[in-house]
């Protein structure tokens, strides 16, 4: 079984439309993020939930709202989507602790055309 | 920019050589992690070591920190063609919850 699993894998759409991305951990943690990665491969933390409680808020445009129903689930709504916004976007969750050891899904892949 | 940089951007060695990557940041640390990506996939946590350790080791993986200069390094001994992938440092800032700052990363090409 996939410890972190994301769908979709990709995800091709046209400027201004709305999109979702799912994430689900199995791994029993209590932290879930939200990473992007650009073309560089530049990784930036997103957002993190604990506990379906937002602790990490980076400067990420309005048009970006997490949610978080169960600690098991991190889900990803963008709106009025924009070129800009192209980029592998990653879920991970970690079990809290000074470790703070993180595992990754394998990534959804979105294209705005 | 709170990102950590890693040098080399890229790297191309022969199989069975030993691979050297660096990573410098910029804050005081908890501990600082290495993650590989292999392409098309996501991060893999390969190695923790903590602020107060100076090196570390896991099968061909040697790690050393030295937090003098904010700098770390990730050897690869005996390469193999199956470590082509990039390789990123993440340091755990003091006093930050569970945030993670990743390097630039280094693509590492073994060639076979």
């Known amino acids: 079984d996939t410890a972190v699993s994301q769908t979709p894998k990709y995800l091709v759409t046209q400027m201004g439309n709305d999109k979702s991305i799912k994430c689900e951990q199995n791994?029993?943690?209590?932290?879930m993020y939200w990473y992007k990665q650009d073309s560089k491969k530049f990784l930036k933390i997103m957002f993190s939930?604990?506990?379906?409680?937002?602790?990490i808020n980076e400067t990420v445009p309005n048009r970006f709202s997490p949610k978080s129903p169960d600690k098991a689930h991190l889900n990803l709504h963008i709106n009025s989507l924009e070129l800009g916004d192209s980029a592998v976007y990653f879920c991970a969750s970690s079990a809290t602790g000074i470790k703070n050891i993180q595992y990754f899904g394998a990534g959804t892949r979105l294209s705005v055309l | 920019s709170q990102q950590g940089e890693e040098d080399p951007q890229a790297l191309s060695i022969q199989e069975g050589e030993n691979a050297t990557m660096n990573c410098s940041y910029k804050t005081s640390i908890n501990n600082l992690q290495w993650y590989r990506q292999n392409s098309g996939r996501g991060l893999v946590h390969l190695i923790l070591?903590?602020?107060?350790?100076r090196e570390k080791h896991s099968g061909r993986l040697r790690v050393t920190l030295d937090t003098s200069k904010k700098s770390s390094s990730l050897l690869i001994t005996a390469s193999r063609a199956a470590d082509t992938a990039s390789y990123f440092c993440a340091t755990d800032a003091s006093g930050a919850t569970n945030k993670l700052i990743f390097g630039t990363g280094t693509l590492l090409a073994v060639q076979p």
């Open positions: 070591i903590r602020s107060n350790e």
């Open positions: 939930y604990n506990n379906k409680e937002l602790i």
């Open positions: 791994l029993g943690h209590d932290t």
